[in-house]
């Protein structure tokens, strides 16, 4: 049996100081001042709370932040006077430990430069498979803390190797589970989701993000990359699913109304998700108008693929918007290659065009032809 992963860093915090520091989002400011002061005080992280207030996050209080200081030096000469004994006296497993406890006191106050350095060490002088496999696990949350992407990208494969040298099958679980949230973070939103769903029926990485929060990530992803099919079969009749829905219904209307073609609906659950959900998001933000765009798109082109010809009225109606609205966002859907229709002004009609499969392949091939030819002309450049 996997031993229990540590919740280090608390990955809610930089969720909260997100908030704090977004002036669009000043409703959630008293909430998320509190949780991240409460949060910072449980485990005394003083060189968190330096990096907080210098940010304008929280108003500087010295008494407490001397008071932290103080018991994370007493602690910390207890864990060195630890790891002094054990080096001395006992054997590698004790070492190890002592190590580990070290570390791992470093990675909970925030100390990204200590923490990282000492996980490192950890990482060197640990035997066991398993735990070297959770101190890189750490390595990748400090990152997702700091919003370190170097740090996570060099401790992914590190991880996807270990595990495939004999990781348990709840270490490999989880793993997926990060490596999603990691695609999602870069917009791989495809492959992202493909892994959340993977491990939709057996999440355990509580230590990233609670259950509920998962679900309904894993359904705003999936709900833009499945096709309509799998969205019924892996999605709507999950249990997961399911069990989630009635606690955040935002999310049933819009994977619900999306499936039965209410896109006026729809189009209200979407306007809905991006307040209460995206722009809220620290890791869902910055997508947030790609996301809104694609859906957009994806329950046009369902609609289109219905019909060869629609009047830009019944079109505007069936989304609960106005002509000029549907008309210029198919204006410019269309003019981006994204839609696949005519727009005939004169007569107020969308009429569909589908592409030969046959066309796209070979203008896929001529366009990535020339991006070859391009790159062998300028190497050939560098080299001669």
Known sequence: MAEEIIPIPNLSLPQHLFTLISPTLGKLHDNARKQLLEGIKADKMSPYYKLVTSAGALTPDSALLESMEKDNEEELKKLDERLAEAEKQEGESEISDALKARANHLTRIGDKEGAVAAQKLALEKTPGLGSRIDIVLTLI???????????????????????????????????KVYRGLHMISIRQLKAGGALLLDALSTFTAT????YNDFV????????????????????????????????????????????DCHYAKFFVALATLEQKYL???????????????????????QLLESYRSLTLESLSSAFGVSVEFVD????????NGRLHCTIDKVHGIVETTRPSLKNAQYDKVIKQGDVLLNSIQRLSKVLY
């Not at 230590?207 to 609670?210: A, I, R, S, V």
């Not at 210029?328 to 003019?335: G, Q, Y």
């Open 141 to 175: 949350r400090l990152g997702i803390f700091f919003g370190d992407n170097g740090l996570i990208t060099e401790n992914l494969p590190k991880a996807e190797r270990l595990i495939e040298e004999g990781g348990d099958w709840d270490r490999r679980n989880r793993l």
């Open 207 to 210: 230590e990233l993000t609670t």
């Open 216 to 259: 309904a990530l894993t359904i705003i992803i999936n709900a833009l990359t499945l096709k309509r099919v799998d969205l019924k079969k892996r999605l709507i009749t999950a249990p997961e699913v399911i069990s989630v829905l009635p606690e955040i219904p935002i999310l049933g209307d819009l994977l619900n109304n999306l499936y």
């Open 279 to 301: 722009l809220p998001s620290r890791l869902l933000s910055p997508h947030t108008r790609y996301y809104v765009r694609e859906m957009r798109i994806l329950a046009y082109s």
């Open 328 to 335: 210029s966002e198919l204006s410019r859907f269309i003019a």
